[in-house]
């Protein structure tokens, strides 16, 4: 610990602080640490590795948003594959703030967890190499790392957007909008990508009014329905790049004039087969992310050392009739 | 400490790890540790309460269920109110089990929570005084604590049932069935007491055929509402008792074969006014819940020690159409 405070120029305090994840400690500063740590291969001392062991064995599991239901079966599945190792869960979420996933990441492993599962809000997660170096075994959830190497599980993103939309195409749809994520989110690209090697495939041009990424709060994904669905090329039918995204379009939709929309949602949702029409998805497995993530992250903590895996599941498309219509006209 | 380990008739090792919320020490060992510290009114030494301070402020939020939507807004609004406070929230799940709330809360305590917002599995929290005593703040959410006292912030479970059973009487019904949670669940008798009593003043008898108290598991819900809605004197209306019990009578009542059946659930849910019919609910605001809650616990944290609260929010009647069909008969 003193060669890192003397190569970052700070004292040992400072340094404590960065390793433990306390606050008080400017970016800068935190930067010139982690770069020493690095630097030297800085580990944690063995009286820590031996309190971690002391006590109830705990993994943690960063989500990105508490209210998105997507999370509730990963978030269980996560919670049962710990408990049948007698590990406790402990949950927390970065509201998809870098920052924010960060300092969770950073407060849990202050607080000895064995073991992180992370949905990444980030790209960059150097920040995470001297907790790697100190035994901490991580694993990424939905979305790959930056920087750094990890076990990785995924859904097929691309693969799901592209059928999904192959599958309106094959109904007689030639003009398709697609409503995604912001553009920073690796997986709302993947699909927008999908989906317009879709459109390709088919021969059909995209008009870049039918396609919008953004924040998938209900204001903006309604003007955006309400804006594809009129004007002089509207769509005969959407593509919703996610379960919050589709919810809001079927109530966009359930309120507009007009000739039926078809429709196809990423990620199944509660009572879609209800709906009138019920909604056609191709559904990701979140119980299965979950589990697999888990059982991966268990995995290394056994420890096994083997290369990082990059797992990706496939998706289910589940026709149920709102993407089985055809277009009106 | 030593008094306690010479009072409790075991070594020092044991009461750290009592205190500490580790494992290895057999139910009645432990019985015998908290008591010690009980009488002796052990409090945790100053480094630990030092170290406490020195890192980043945070709670922990204990629920039952992670896979329960309900919880989805009760979490956010907790984590808003924490992050507005410049603390981190922890999340965790007792999946029902009062051992597991205990091992989860004592695994925080250890981990250095500030406070704690628990929805209780179990009926005995006298485990949580020596934490209490050594500063950590509680409150209880949706159903209030077993022997200890502390601030409560609950919905008004009673009253909600009895005004959504008197909607359904209103309507014209003589027979309404009722489905709630398991009988230890304080949410879940109340809410029974609620629908007894609005039949009763009513003048109506229950038939027991008509209740049924048990796990929400879509197998039991779907095969009880079979049962009341068949036989000699079926039910025309059902009051559902939560959201999760209500999402499969919904189902239950889409592939029923008759005549329209009058449904009310407990609690709101995400498509409820997009459903034929929609359905009709009274409404906690879980929102409003975790917010109150967490508010309360940063009053706590703030040093305010006035005597323990209980707050009890209103429901609210949402009318939207299958509460209001009129008996088949």
């Known amino acids: 610990m003193k060669d890192v405070a003397a190569r970052a120029g700070v004292g040992l305090k400072t340094v404590s602080r960065v390793v433990n994840g306390e606050q008080g400690v400017s970016v800068d500063t935190e930067h ?15 009286s820590a590795r031996t309190l971690r062991k002391g006590r109830t064995a705990s ?3 960063v989500l990105e948003d508490l209210a998105d239901p997507f999370y509730a079966p990963l978030s269980r599945a996560v919670e049962e594959v710990a408990r049948a190792h007698g590990a406790l869960l402990i949950n927390g979420s970065s509201a998809e703030s870098p920052e924010r996933e960060q300092e ?24 995470l190499t001297p907790e790697i170096d100190a035994g901490v075994a991580v694993t990424f959830v939905d979305r790959a790392p930056g920087l750094i190497e990890a076990d990785v599980v995924r859904s097929d993103s691309y693969g799901g957007a592209r059928e999904g939309t192959a599958h309106l195409l094959a109904h007689g749809h030639r003009r398709v909008g697609f409503l995604g994520d912001q553009p920073h989110i ?5 699909r927008l990508r999908g989906y317009r090697d879709a459109m390709a495939e088919s021969g059909l041009p995209v008009d870049p009014a039918w396609t919008s990424l953004g924040p998938t709060d ?6 955006e329905t309400r804006r594809m ?18 919810v809001t379009v079927v109530r966009e939709l359930a309120a507009h004039q007009g000739p039926p929309v078809a429709l196809m949602g990423f990620d199944d949702f509660e009572l ?3 709906l009138t029409p019920p909604v056609s998805v191709v559904a990701q497995d979140p119980a299965q992310l979950g589990r697999t993530a888990a059982e991966l ?12 895996r990059q797992l990706t599941l496939p998706i289910r498309l589940v026709a149920r009739g709102s993407g089985e219509l055809h277009p009106y006209e």
């Open 229 to 246: 669905l009129t004007g002089p090329r509207p769509v005969t039918a959407l593509f919703a790049g996610n379960n919050r995204t589709t």
């Open 32 to 46: 010139r640490v982690r770069e020493a740590i690095t630097a030297l291969g800085f580990r944690r001392n063995d």
């Open 186 to 190: 690796q997986t709302a690209t993947e």
């Open 59 to 61: 993994i943690g599991l």
């Open 104 to 127: 969770l990441v950073l407060a849990l492993c202050a607080r000895r967890v064995d073991g992180l599962v992370i949905i990444p809000a980030g790209d960059d997660h150097r920040y």
């Open 297 to 308: 992250l268990f995995r290394r903590l056994d420890g096994v050392t083997e290369p990082p």
């Open 272 to 274: 879609a087969e209800l």
């Open 218 to 223: 209900p204001e903006r994904i309604s003007a």
